[in-house]
């Protein structure tokens, strides 16, 4: 069965310093979404994407925070300066059609900010 | 709007049944349950789509009722392996602009013990 795939899985990074957390989708889909879950808490939506251009953003997703889908399989979520509250488990997730449909999760990264 | 998730947590014994709600505020659209195993992304159980809708598999099952913008999972007979921390998640959006994102609620930690 298809699944998305998210590298790395585990990212150490220092305060301040740019991370790129990498997603491939299922192929078919076309919704993208980026979700972050800190420990123990709940699953929180950062951002959709859906024809090349962002469809809704959180609070969360401020100006520190971009994705991009440079080519045909790659869906990226950059941090530009890390804080020590963005340390989390950030889910990549795939859809066929949006919020109607399924969501397929990746298995994360966990981004670890010291 | 995020979803309100009751219990927030629950144990039980094997063979026991347990429900688990999920209300808002808002008008539903759709409602999607997922489970979550510690250190695992979230894993799609179902999705309800139309008020009234009831649906299931194995002994697991779920219904949406619209006028009372709730849904409840039903989970009978449980397993061992029904542990794990229950999702609902609800359409919506945030901009108004026609797209929609999952919005989870905060989740139901569900212990089943021999």
């Known amino acids: 069965e298809p699944e998305v795939t998210q590298t790395p899985s585990h990212q150490v990074t220092q305060m301040g310093q740019e991370v790129i957390l990498r997603c491939v989708p299922i192929?078919?889909?076309?919704?993208f979404y980026w979700y972050r879950q800190i420990l123990g808490q709940k699953v929180e939506f950062l951002v959709s994407?859906?024809?090349?251009?962002?469809?809704?953003k959180s609070e969360i997703f401020d100006d520190q925070f971009s994705v991009e889908r440079p080519d045909g399989s790659n869906f990226t979520l950059k941090i530009r300066s890390t804080k020590l509250e963005d340390s989390a488990m950030y889910f990549c997730?795939?859809?066929?059609?949006?919020?109607?449909?399924?969501?397929?999760f990746g298995n994360g990264t966990r981004l670890t900010v010291t | 709007q995020q979803p309100v998730q009751s219990p927030q947590a629950v144990i039980l014994r094997e063979g026991e049944d347990a429900v688990i709600n999920c209300s808002s505020s808002?008008?539903?659209?759709?409602v999607h349950w997922y489970r979550q195993k510690h250190g695992e992304a979230p894993v799609f159980l179902m999705i309800?789509?139309?008020?009234?809708e009831q649906k299931g598999h194995d002994k697991i099952s779920a219904s949406f009722n619209e006028k009372k913008q709730q849904s409840s999972l039903y989970l009978t007979a449980s397993q061992l392996s029904y542990s794990g921390t229950y999702f609902c998640?609800?359409?919506?959006?945030?901009?108004?602009?026609?797209?929609?994102?999952?919005?989870f609620g905060k989740g139901t930690k569900l212990s089943v013990i021999p």
């Open positions: 998640g609800t359409a919506g959006s945030i901009s108004g602009a026609g797209s929609y994102q999952l919005t």
């Open positions: 309800l789509l139309k008020g009234g």
């Open positions: 808002k008008a539903l659209y759709s």
């Open positions: 192929s078919n889909h076309l919704y």
């Open positions: 997730a795939s859809a066929i059609q949006g919020a109607y449909s399924p969501l397929h």
């Open positions: 994407f859906y024809n090349n251009e962002i469809s809704e």
